[in-house]
C-alpha cells in the first residue's frame, strides 16, 4: 500500500507560483508511474500532469508551458512546479501513483493509490 501526502497549496495572486510536492511511503517509489490531477468545485476531476518511472511526461493542453511535473526517486518525492497561474487552476490538486503493471496514461482509473489533496486558490 502507498501512502502519498501531498503540501505547498494556498493562495496567490494571479501570475504567481506555487510548487506542490507529494511525498510518497513506498521505497520502490522509483517503478510507479505518477500524476497530478485536480478538481474544480461543481467539476469532474480532471488530469493535470503525469510523469512514468523512464522520464516521460503527460500534460494537460491547459498547463503546457506552465507546469512542471518532477520528481526526486532518492527522497520518495514528487512535485509541479506550478507559474503563471490562472483563476482557473483553482482547484483540490491530488497526487496519484499507478502500480508498476500499469499502462502509462493521463487517465485517473489506471492509478492506483491516492493522496487527500492540497488547496490552491488563485485570486484575480
Known amino acids: 500500500q502507498v501512502q502519498l501526502v501531498e503540501s505547498g497549496g494556498g493562495l496567490v495572486q494571479a501570475g504567481g507560483s506555487l510548487r506542490l510536492s507529494c511525498a510518497a511511503s513506498?521505497?520502490?517509489?522509483?517503478?510507479?508511474?505518477m500524476a497530478w490531477f485536480r478538481q474544480a468545485p461543481g467539476k469532474a476531476r480532471e488530469f493535470v500532469a503525469a510523469?512514468?518511472?523512464?522520464?516521460?511526461?503527460y500534460y494537460v493542453d491547459s498547463v503546457k508551458g506552465r507546469f512542471t511535473i518532477s520528481r526526486d526517486n532518492a527522497n520518495n518525492m514528487l512535485s509541479l512546479q506550478m507559474n503563471n497561474l490562472k483563476p482557473e487552476d483553482t482547484a483540490l490538486y491530488y497526487c496519484?501513483?499507478?502500480?508498476?503493471?500499469?499502462?502509462?496514461?493521463?487517465?485517473?482509473?489506471?492509478?492506483?493509490?491516492w493522496g487527500q489533496g492540497t488547496q490552491v486558490t488563485i485570486s484575480s
Open positions: 496519484a501513483a499507478a502500480k508498476p503493471t500499469r499502462p502509462f496514461a493521463p487517465r485517473s482509473q489506471l492509478y492506483d493509490y
Open positions: 513506498e521505497r520502490t517509489f522509483s517503478r510507479y508511474d
Open positions: 510523469l512514468n518511472w523512464g522520464g516521460g511526461t
